[in-house]
């Protein structure tokens, strides 16, 4: 029987966009349905009714939310492609540390970054690169945080590198000359199809921002 | 334990954290040295072995530090596999199930009950706080329900994964109606729940860790009013 797989997400959700990721290097075959966040839909709110989030990932009819445990999941099914976590329990719990730090700390950050003026922008900005070059100390000289391939932090991470141009012309600071390595590595990663043609363009993600902050009243 | 190991944990008998990790030892049948911290400082060990996030627990397997309470669940399940039952479900949906639940309850359902828990007065915010633990009680019966399949645990025959996540809370849940004079759990509502809860404190890995509500009542009183104190300063 082959696999139907169905991903409820977003273009613009740096944690749908993760998944996305996930499926390509496994070479899965989905469908992707665009949800309207200001309007969405029945399958979404029937799947998620805890959450009423994206991604959700419908695998043979049954959903699957919270996008670590999508990724997670997916490595576990998909076995004839890369594997995303390490086999090793020692690294294994090391990327999920850093997976579960990058959730914690650059989402809520970098939307304050984007949100707020003044101090409380400027606060932001300040605990947004100390974030990413933390980060970067956690990379220190490998071609990837999965070591010599991309594994599941990296997979975690990029879709935020979409993001960074939109934190940086709201926060006024340059992300490549305080983290030079990290750039480099968001270049690495791009040089993977599996990332290259899931990342959406900057430009699209910063003018859907500034849509965004019209709408809530930010401006 | 095998001849060589080294293992450490660092932690507090009142965390429910920490209990998470120790539950998984016992159930793994290993041994281990725990370090307990002074409640309001902070060790020298473990600000080195955990410098990101400065808490506990912190689990040292051969001078390796392992940081926060699932992801050191998964690691001893991962270490120790062949020795008792698996921790995480072996199928790979019911354990993506498993892990939802478990973010769940940290990320949503824990820092409502933590409004009680801190509650000065019974007002808006802990009446909305209560409402939220009572709403997560019934969709974790439900959840229970699903994930049991008519048997003791969520995890099925034996003590796992979602068990650990959520059961390290049920000594805080019952001090929190304490402290904050206000029920919580409901027989009628939540029969399920309350049958699973006597199994899981009962269960050989847990009972001996498990505190006692009053002695956590008085650790919570103490805390609140260290921090009281604090903030008069």
Known sequence: MADKVILLSSWV?????RVQIALAEKEVDYEFREENLFDKSPLLLELNPVHKKIPVLIHNGKPVCESSVIIQYIDEVWTNGPSLLPQDPLQRANARFWADFVDKMIYQCGSRVWKNKGDAQAAAKKELIG?????????????????????????????????????????????????PKLLAWVRRCNERESVSKVLPDRHKVYERTCGLKKRLGLE | MAGGQELKLLGLWASPFVLRSRIALNLKGVGYEFLEEVPGTKSELLLRSNPVYK??????????????????VQYIDGVWDAAGPSILPSDPYDRAI????????????FPSLIKIIKAKADDEETAEAREQVIAGLQLLEEAFEKCSKGKDFFGGESVGYLDIAFGCYWGWLKAGE?????????????????????RFCSADAVK??????????????????????????
């Open chain 2, 208 to 233: 001996e860790l498990m505190p006692e509500v009053d002695q956590l009542v008085e650790f919570g009183n103490m805390i609140r009013a260290r921090q009281n104190a604090a903030a008069a300063n």
């Open chain 2, 98 to 109: 498993a892990r939802f639940w478990a973010v769940y309850i940290d990320d949503k359902w």
């Open chain 2, 55 to 72: 808490k506990m627990p912190v689990l040292i397997h051969n001078g390796k530090p392992i940081c926060e309470s699932m992801i050191i």
């Open chain 1, 131 to 179: 974030i990413l070059k933390q980060l970067e100390g956690e990379l220190g000289e490998k071609p990837f945080f999965g070591g010599e391939t991309l594994g599941y932090v990296d997979i975690v991470l990029v879709p935020f590198s979409s993001w960074f141009y939109t934190y940086e012309t709201f926060g006024g600071f340059s992300i490549e000359k305080e983290c």
């Open chain 1, 13 to 17: 959700s740096a944690f749908g966009l």
């Open chain 2, 178 to 198: 304490k402290m904050a004079g206000i029920k919580l759990l409901d027989e009628e509502k939540t029969p399920l729940l309350m049958g699973w809860a006597e």
